[in-house]
């Protein structure tokens, strides 16, 4: 059966709608592009929404039109069945378009031998004024002899930022942030030689039902205008592209932990990972 006029117009709201919210997050990503400085992985990231939302959005809803137009004419039980197949694919388009708004990729900056340990010492002295205007304790435990790390040092400082405010934004009522570093293997597993960087607070937690979701862009929990859910998925992007891999353990009511491990020696990548240890 062909869709009915109700189902119809519903698919062509959905198709608008899909199209609206790429092209506000575009110019949201845009925006905080310029504010906050971010703008390797942003600039990509919004170049593929821009792209995805012109090039596909525009065309879909035409198509739509166009399918809606040739059901109300006269047609034979195959042309139907065709235009039937038709609209199943136009759908199919719009969760496409869902798809690669999740999994966009951010193109490889340039890199050098970064020392993490003063980078994460430079962070934590940028973003002092945050910690001392919530009163937090932070700790430190630094690796002594950390080998330098081939990096690009401006995302990799994003990582731990991004990170930070995550841990400050879930202490609203006061506790401890702590940045461990250490030479470590990736995991028992794997004998891949690296740096791990942990970012442990004492804050709210997270869900275990929202942990596997927390790196899909645009998640949050935070009220509006305040998260826009790219931190996370900014961090597991970069991640990747050095060849790294980060894990969450959280537990409700007692804090977070995030794990980044960076591999010296990044020639196979491995795929980034959330997971859930209570
Ligand atoms: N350390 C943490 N403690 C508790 N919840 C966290 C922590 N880190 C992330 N989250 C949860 O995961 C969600 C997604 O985090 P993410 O950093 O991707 O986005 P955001 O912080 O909401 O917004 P943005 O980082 O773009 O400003 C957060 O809204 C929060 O609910
Ligand atoms: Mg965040």
């Known amino acids: 059966m062909l869709m009915s006029y109700l189902e119809r117009k519903e698919a062509e709201t959905r198709v608008a709608q899909v ?4 092209v506000e997050r575009n110019e949201e990503l845009w925006r905080l592009q310029k504010e906050k400085g971010q703008v390797e992985p942003l600039v990509a990231l919004g170049r593929v929404t821009g792209m995805i939302a012109h090039e596909l959005g525009t065309p879909l809803n035409t198509m739509l039109g166009h399918s809606q137009f040739l059901g109300e004419e006269e047609l034979t039980e195959g042309g139907r069945r065709r235009l039937k197949t038709i609209q199943k694919q136009i759908q199919r388009m719009v969760n496409t ?20 340990n003063e980078l994460v010492l430079e962070t934590l ?3 002092k004024p945050v910690f001392e205007q919530h009163e937090l304790e932070v700790n430190t435990t630094l690796a002594e ?5 081939p990096a ?7 990582v731990l930022i991004n990170l930070l405010n995550n841990a400050v934004d879930a202490l609203k009522d006061g506790g401890t942030v702590t940045i461990t570093t250490r030479a470590a293997a990736e995991s028992p597993e794997t004998s891949k030689e690296g740096v791990v960087i942990e970012v442990t607070d004492t804050g709210a937690g997270i869900p275990p039902e929202m942990l596997p979701e927390v790196f899909d862009l645009f998640l949050t929990t935070k009220e509006s205008g305040k998260g826009t859910g790219l931190g996370l998925a900014v961090c597991q992007e970069i991640v990747k592209s050095h ?8 537990k409700l009511g007692e804090g977070t932990c995030v794990r980044v491990f960076l591999p ?8 980034a990972s959330a997971e859930v240890r209570e």
């Open 243 to 250: 060849g790294g891999t980060i894990q969450i353990t959280s």
């Open 97 to 116: 378009v869902q798809y690669y708004l999740s999994r966009t990729r951010i193109s490889q900056p340039a890199r050098s031998q970064v020392n993490v």
């Open 19 to 22: 199209t609206r919210e790429l």
């Open 152 to 158: 690009n040092r401006g995302s990799l400082q994003r």
């Open 145 to 149: 002899s950390l080998a330098p790390l």
């Open 125 to 127: 002295e940028l973003l």
């Open 264 to 271: 010296i020696d990044d020639t196979v990548a491995q795929p």
